[in-house]
């Protein structure tokens, strides 16, 4: 079969199904074969690969990534692209397709079925909406991934790799950067997608770490600390922390801990590194 990353060969298979975009599952289909190679040589898919692919709407993507990999799991939500997927992917023995919510599949079963328990590597377009679930889910839950390679709105790449100090920075750049180290691989305009988003996306790597590049003696205590911080971004550190439903620190045992970090009290949260969340962490922990 002709290639889907063809425009026209993609007008071709929505037509004959008569298929509508689901606003809801978010589905904008990549149409652009250059930024399709990007996201091979990002994730450096290898015949020696087992792929998770997230999300493969008509199975363009997936075209890829049969070539490319040893073997391939696409899991969809929309029951309505199964039967579209059964056709456009018909040539590729090496391919299973299951209709599923990802956020309610056991990874770490289907890595240890496919795969031995050995790291796999994922691939997504993923909409806005589910892409911190999807990509917390995965590292939370300790699923065996080597890196994962996904297509996000531009301004969450952004956030993922954002450092100290900037406008980006945040919770969801500590969570991921505690698990993994982020690269941005390309930047996608949207008249790559059918349709056409309204934002700009982004190819990010998240290439998991072997250990965290912190220690810590809670990791639960780290991501509330964490989450306290930036949820009244305003406001100082030690009342951030003091106002957290399901922390019960005073201001003055914050106080006392960030003095011993040699830290202001006044500091907000912004301004901390990961490894100075971490030593927090600890030295709350007791």
Same mark, same amino acid.
């Given at each position: 079969?002709?290639?889907?990353?063809?425009?026209?060969?993609?007008?071709?298979?929505?037509?004959?199904?008569?298929?509508?975009?689901?606003?809801?599952?978010?589905? @904008?289909?990549?149409?652009? /074969?250059?930024?399709?190679?990007?996201?091979?040589? %990002?994730?450096?898919?290898?015949? $020696?690969?087992?792929?998770?692919?997230?999300?493969? /709407?008509?199975?363009?993507?997936?075209?890829?990534?049969?070539?490319?990999?040893?073997?391939?799991?696409?899991?969809?939500?929309?029951?309505?692209?199964?039967?579209?997927?059964?056709?456009?992917?018909?040539?590729?023995?090496?391919?299973?397709?299951?209709?599923?919510?990802?956020?309610?599949?056991?990874?770490?079963?289907?890595?240890?079925?496919?795969?031995?328990?050995?790291?796999?590597?994922?691939?997504? @377009?993923?909409?806005?909406?589910?892409?911190?679930?999807?990509?917390?889910?995965?590292?939370?839950?300790?699923?065996?991934?080597?890196?994962?390679?996904?297509?996000?709105?531009?301004?969450?790449?952004?956030?993922?790799?954002?450092?100290?100090?900037?406008?980006?920075?945040?919770?969801?750049?500590?969570?991921?950067?505690?698990?993994?180290?982020?690269?941005? %691989?390309?930047?996608?305009?949207?008249?790559?997608?059918?349709?056409?988003?309204?934002?700009?996306?982004?190819?990010?790597?998240?290439?998991?770490?072997?250990?965290?590049?912190?220690?810590?003696?809670? $990791?639960?205590?780290?991501?509330?600390?964490?989450?306290?911080?930036?949820?009244?971004?305003?406001?100082?550190?030690? @009342?951030?922390?003091?106002?957290?439903?399901?922390?019960?620190?005073?201001?003055?045992?914050?106080?006392?801990?960030?003095?011993?970090? /040699?830290?202001?009290?006044?500091?907000?949260?912004?301004?901390?590194?990961?490894?100075?969340?971490?030593?927090?962490?600890?030295?709350?922990?007791?």
């Amino acid at each position: 079969m002709e290639k889907l990353s063809n425009p026209q060969k993609t007008i071709e298979v929505i037509q004959k199904y008569q298929f509508d975009f689901q606003k809801k599952f978010g589905q @904008n289909f990549l149409i652009d /074969g250059r930024v399709l190679e990007k996201i091979m040589d %990002a994730a450096d898919i290898t015949k $020696e690969d087992f792929v998770l692919e997230i999300g493969p /709407g008509i199975g363009t993507m997936t075209q890829y990534l049969a070539e490319r990999a040893r073997e391939v799991l696409a899991v969809e939500i929309d029951k309505n692209l199964i039967p579209i997927l059964a056709e456009t992917l018909s040539e590729y023995e090496n391919v299973d397709i299951l209709n599923a919510d990802i956020l309610k599949t056991d990874l770490n079963k289907i890595a240890e079925e496919k795969n031995g328990g050995h790291p796999i590597k994922v691939v997504a @377009n993923l909409p806005y909406y589910i892409t911190t679930p999807i990509i917390m889910g995965l590292f939370e839950s300790h699923v065996p991934v080597e890196n994962v390679t996904v297509m996000v709105q531009k301004e969450v790449a952004d956030r993922m790799q954002a450092g100290p100090g900037t406008k980006d920075y945040g919770a969801l750049s500590l969570a991921v950067q505690y698990y993994a180290e982020p690269y941005i %691989a390309a930047n996608v305009p949207p008249n790559c997608f059918m349709p056409r988003p309204k934002v700009g996306s982004a190819v990010i790597r998240l290439t998991k770490h072997k250990t965290p590049p912190v220690q810590v003696k809670n $990791e639960k205590l780290l991501f509330q600390l964490i989450r306290a911080s930036f949820n009244q971004r305003r406001k100082t550190l030690q @009342n951030g922390i003091k106002n957290f439903s399901g922390l019960n620190f005073s201001k003055e045992e914050v106080a006392e801990a960030l003095e011993q970090m /040699g830290v202001s009290p006044t500091i907000r949260g912004e301004a901390l590194t990961l490894e100075q969340f971490a030593q927090l962490s600890n030295l709350l922990d007791g």
